[in-house]
């Protein structure tokens, strides 16, 4: 057989059947190993190809469509120890109870992946929870091949692809082998978990004595990785916010099989595929902080073994398209995913694409539709010059890198101290890549001791004077002429008359509550921040956020301060790379909280006349 290595799974079964000795394993660069079959010793006997899941595979057209469940056990403490709904446990305790046995994916003593087969409670609680790394198969198919020919029962979790090669070794045997596969994102390579583990246990101090890569007690929809250390500290982040899971869901580190499976269908050859059930609807949301699991089913021994758990599971009869609406991986293949503000270098360094830092909410004029809510704050917010400092520190210790870095209040040269802010931050000079902005309404004109220091930037400094007309912006056009005779780069960017700026401003609403998370989801992709102009984030008050409508809602209380859209700079009880990898899960969300509450900045936004003044302005 010559082995297609595009297509090889890396489920091995090939291995467990070639007669010679000419099968050497060969690590590929991504961290498992194909088979390598030489020609000078194949015998030709044909074994490898009968039980090779790729040349064997059913087509879809021969396979009924499955019965669809939504399902979740009775048990809350199994529930919560398992990474959905608990039905994979409750299955196998039935087949352990009739004297069978349970292969599937375990973490060993040194937390590598490894497939074993136990046969009571304690085995079982290691087979609980999702383990994102390839699975060493190790000698269990020879294990299964033992029970299976004893007359033993076996019920074997894997990806797709490790249970077709099963099902391939073991044809004669098919009656006692209970095939249970995943709804699978794909399988990260096991070199990428062993760097990660090992740069958390140098950062931690200690090696890791427990790892739970979906725990949720903040809820299912909200789980994180959590590792606790020898030393008694504990490691927990939000998934997203996870450096190995932020890879993970953006396909950085999978197989290349991966983004061709051969196995995605509803309808598939395994007994049973087990997944999460995301976005169901009409379950009791107390329910669904456990976890719904999604359970398919294709044959008659899948249907019989769901039956006899049925005495502690609750379930509910739904179709594949209600299963696939929120877990499209059903049917579809991992994809490369596109570009982003944001970029994880191949050194780990953090580069974003812009920032803004506000020095202020004091304001000379009270805009009405002002997106900050300058005008509503009773005591507008004006740091000392030392806290400032101490920020900007702060926020170039966690990123390394910003293509844009904005200067915004309030009214910017409110500030008596920006010159010293500005020549303070040259020292970050090579860190900011392309400019840094300030951005003024036109009230006042630099002074020369601003401006002396802005030329400490040479070409990349870069004002925006925004004019609302005469009677608003009344030194305007002066500030534009003397940064001219400073030959310092500027806009002026007009606001009035025909000459309006985005065509005017928006409303962004009050703080009532306006959409579900769907509703949200699709809010994001239309507002200009992020998907026209890329995250901007937020630096207020020692804090960084996701968009400035986010700060708003979290200041105000509107939502309840979350752990995955916001860094808190001063917080030293955080680690920094903890930090790091809470911005880079900024980058990958689908939506904000804060979206649900705002109308967004959007094309077909109503745009109004900018700068409107609530009354007299400030003096």
């Not at 297509?7 to 394993?25: D, F, K, L, Q, R």
């Not at 249970?163 to 994102?185: P, Q, R, T």
């Not at 904000?592 to 400030?618: K, M, R, V, W």
Request: proline share 3%; charged share 25%; aromatic share 10%.
């Amino acid at each position: 057989m010559l082995c297609d290595r595009a297509s090889c799974t890396g489920c091995a079964a090939c291995t467990n059947v070639c007669p010679e000795v000419c099968i050497e394993m060969q690590p590929d660069g991504q961290g498992f190993p194909y088979p390598n079959i030489s020609s000078e010793h194949c015998t030709d006997c044909g074994l490898c190809s009968e039980v090779c899941p790729i040349i064997n595979r059913m087509p879809d057209s021969d396979r009924e469509a499955p019965e669809v469940y939504a399902a979740w056990s009775h048990d809350d403490d199994l529930c919560s120890q398992s990474s959905s709904g608990g039905v994979f446990t409750e299955l196998a305790r039935v087949i352990i109870r009739d004297g069978g046995y349970v292969a599937g994916a375990a973490f060993d003593d040194n937390f590598d992946v490894v497939h074993i087969l136990v046969d009571d409670e304690v085995g079982l609680s290691k087979l609980r929870q999702s383990k994102y790394v390839q699975s060493d198969m190790g000698s269990i198919y020879k294990q299964i091949g033992d029970k299976l020919s004893g007359g033993k029962t076996v019920l074997f979790s894997g990806t797709s692809c490790q249970c077709a090669g099963i099902k391939h070794l073991y044809k004669e045997y098919s009656d006692n082998l209970i095939l249970c596969d995943l709804i699978c994102h794909g399988v990260n390579a096991p070199k990428e978990w062993r760097t990660y583990l090992s740069d958390k246990e140098k950062e931690y101090g200690a090696r890791a004595v427990s790892i739970n890569m979906r725990d949720k007690h903040n809820g299912w929809n909200n789980f994180g990785v959590a590792i606790a250390f020898e030393n008694g500290r504990e490691y927990f982040s939000y998934h997203k916010n996870d450096s190995y899971f932020a890879a993970y869901l953006k396909n950085q580190h999978l197989r290349k099989c991966c983004f061709n499976c051969r196995y995605k269908a509803a309808s598939r050859e395994t007994d049973i595929t087990l997944g999460d059930f995301w976005g169901i609807k009409d379950v009791p949301p107390e329910t669904q902080r456990c976890g719904i699991s999604a359970v398919l089913l294709h044959s008659a021994k899948g249907g019989e073994l769901f039956n006899r758990a049925a005495d502690r599971i609750t379930k509910e009869h739904r179709v594949v398209e209600d299963v696939k609406t929120k877990n499209p991986m059903l049917t579809e293949s991992a994809k490369t995913q596109g570009g982003s503000t944001m970029r994880i270098t191949a050194d780990s360094r953090l580069d974003i694409g812009r920032a803004t830092l506000f020095l202020t909410h004091r304001c000379n004029l009270k805009c009405k539709l002002c997106i900050a809510r300058n005008p509503y704050y009773k005591e507008p917010w004006y740091p000392e010059y030392h806290y400032l400092i101490e920020t900007i520190d702060r926020f170039f210790s966690v990123i390394d890198n910003v293509e844009i870095l904005q200067l915004e209040g309030g009214e910017t040269l409110l500030r008596v101290d920006l010159p010293q802010i500005l020549e303070y931050l040259t020292k970050y000079k090579d860190r900011v890549k392309r400019e840094i902005r300030i951005i003024t309404n036109g009230t006042i004109v630099p002074s020369d001791s601003l401006l002396s220091a802005s030329k400490l930037w040479d070409e990349k400094i870069y004002y925006i004077v925004d004019n609302y007309g005469d009677k608003l912006s009344v030194n305007a056009k002066a500030a534009s002429r003397k940064l001219d005779d400073w030959g310092i780069r500027h806009e002026l960017r007009g606001y009035s008359g025909d000459d309006v700026h985005f065509n005017g401003w928006v409303d962004l609403g009050d703080f009532s509550k306006k959409r579900d998370v769907e509703g949200a989801k699709v809010l994001f992709k239309k507002c200009s921040n992020p998907s026209k102009l890329g995250l901007i984030l937020n630096i207020t008050n020692g804090e960084v956020f996701t968009c400035g409508r986010s700060r708003l809602t979290f200041e105000q209380d509107i939502i309840p301060k979350n752990n995955y859209e916001i860094v808190n700079l001063f917080d030293d009880n955080e680690l920094i790379d903890a930090k790091r990898a809470k911005i880079k899960g900024f980058y990958l969300l689908d939506y904000f909280t804060a979206c649900q509450y705002c109308n967004g900045n959007c094309a077909d936004s109503p745009h109004f006349t900018p700068a409107e003044q609530l009354g007299e302005i400030n003096e």
